[in-house]
T-cell receptor, first 115, second 112 residues
Framework: GAGVSQSPSNKVTEKGKDVELRCDPI?????LYWYRQSLGQGLEFLIY????????KSGLPSDRFSAERTGGSVSTLTIQRTQQEDSAVYLC?????????????FGPGTRLTVL | GQQLNQSPQSMFIQEGEDVSMNCTSS?????WLWYKQDPGEGPVLLIA???AGELTSNGRLTAQFGITRKDSFLNISASIPSDVGIYFC????????????WGLGTSLAVNP
């Protein structure tokens, strides 16, 4: 399909381990967002990539979180030394333009459980 | 900081009923977005509002951008079981318009 895809769909890990979450945006979309959604909560902004510009990392909750976007396409969110409070659904979205209010197309998310 | 408050937090209705939910803020927003999230999926944009007073429809959905620019409502007419999900309002952060501020959502359950 032509939508945003994320992998894995579910990830269970032990406290202290590192995890990598992958996002494949819609082809041609220049903007890519990562969000975190905890149970019963809204979406918490993590990081934003726009074209070749420096990413907006202002939403990353700690230095254990990092993200890359290679070749302006695929993005990887890495969480080092995972903690139980990192358990959440991690959503990726892409949009075609530079305006935040451009429609964001979301992937199905990766459900992370830290034991 | 800016916050969006959604109400009600949850609703349980009978199929065929109309639904109304709203989103308020103490801050002014220049754009209001309404998204729906189905279980196990990411949110999908339903309606975007860009002008105070604007009333926009999308099928059985109608949303309005409040005149004060501090609120918006979403109505769903003649609800059907597939309307089940969480409805979020969102708007651009005034201090950093690369970010959207999201409400906590209104969870809708429809009894067939």
């Amino acid at each position: 399909g032509a939508g945003v895809s994320q992998s894995p769909s579910n990830k269970v890990t032990e406290k202290g381990k590192d995890v990598e979450l992958r996002c494949d945006p819609i082809s041609g979309h220049t903007a890519l967002y990562w969000y975190r959604q905890s149970l019963g909560q809204g979406l918490e902004f993590l990081i934003y990539f726009q074209g070749n510009s420096a990413p907006d990392k202002s939403g990353l909750p700690s230095d254990r979180f990092s993200a890359e976007r290679t070749g302006g396409s695929v993005s990887t969110l890495t969480i080092q030394r995972t903690q139980q409070e990192d358990s959440a659904v991690y959503l990726c979205a892409s949009s075609p333009g530079q305006k935040t209010t451009d429609t964001q197309y979301f992937g199905p998310g990766t459900r992370l459980t830290v034991l | 900081g800016q916050q969006l408050n959604q109400s009600p937090q949850s609703m349980f209705i009978q199929e065929g009923e109309d639904v109304s939910m709203n989103c308020t803020s103490s801050s002014i927003f220049n754009t209001w977005l309404w998204y729906k999230q189905d279980p196990g999926e990411g949110p999908v944009l339903l309606i975007a509002l860009y002008k105070a007073g604007e009333l926009t429809s999308n099928g059985r959905l109608t949303a309005q951008f409040g005149i004060t620019r501090k609120d918006s409502f979403l109505n769903i007419s003649a609800s059907i079981p597939s309307d089940v999900g969480i409805y979020f309002c969102a708007g651009p952060n005034a201090g950093n318009n690369r970010k959207l501020i999201w409400g906590l959502g209104t969870s809708l359950a429809v009894n067939p």
